[in-house]
């Protein structure tokens, strides 16, 4: 039971359970932290629940997740976008890495060298 937990708690639990790529434990955890309304998602929410479903093998869900941070007016970092962008490509999605890319970059977010190397990878699957 996770009652009084803090944000920083959730997101540590929901990261232990995205590097094991428990996508589907990651949003149990989240759900009951947006039930509790004494805490808010925040970056680090994002990028475990991206991370879990990059690792899970569900860029569907990633890219939901990409475009639900708008929802908390939070704006996404090139972590979110490279996470996302690297799932598009391990599943040969390279056109809608693409399209993350660009909107990353229309976005006013600077690419670095990841964010290069895995649009690179997503055109060589």
Same mark, same amino acid.
């Given at each position: @039971?996770?009652? #009084?937990a803090?944000? /920083?708690?959730?997101n540590? $639990?929901m990261?232990?359970? +995205? @590097? #094991?790529?428990? =996508?589907? /434990?990651?949003e149990?955890?989240?759900?009951?932290?947006?039930?509790?309304? @004494?805490?808010?998602?925040?970056?680090?929410?994002?990028?475990?629940?991206?991370?879990?479903? +990059?690792?899970?093998?569900? $860029?569907?869900?990633?890219k939901t997740?990409? %475009?639900e941070m %708008?929802?908390?007016s939070?704006?996404?970092?090139? &972590?979110?976008?490279?996470?996302?962008?690297? %799932?598009?490509?391990?599943?040969?999605? =390279?056109?809608e +890495?693409? +399209?993350? &890319?660009?909107?990353m970059?229309? %976005?006013?977010?600077t690419?670095?060298?990841?964010?290069? /190397?895995?649009?690179?990878?997503?055109?060589?699957?």
């Amino acid at each position: @039971d996770m009652g #009084k937990a803090t944000r /920083n708690q959730y997101n540590l $639990v929901m990261n232990g359970l +995205a @590097d #094991k790529g428990r =996508w589907e /434990n990651t949003e149990e955890v989240f759900e009951r932290m947006r039930n509790n309304p @004494d805490i808010v998602p925040n970056g680090r929410t994002f990028s475990a629940r991206i991370n879990a479903f +990059a690792k899970g093998g569900q $860029v569907d869900k990633a890219k939901t997740t990409l %475009a639900e941070m %708008a929802l908390y007016s939070i704006e996404p970092t090139v &972590f979110h976008y490279c996470t996302v962008i690297s %799932a598009c490509a391990k599943s040969s999605r =390279w056109r809608e +890495a693409e +399209a993350i &890319f660009k909107r990353m970059k229309e %976005a006013g977010v600077t690419p670095n060298t990841i964010t290069y /190397n895995a649009i690179i990878s997503a055109y060589t699957k």
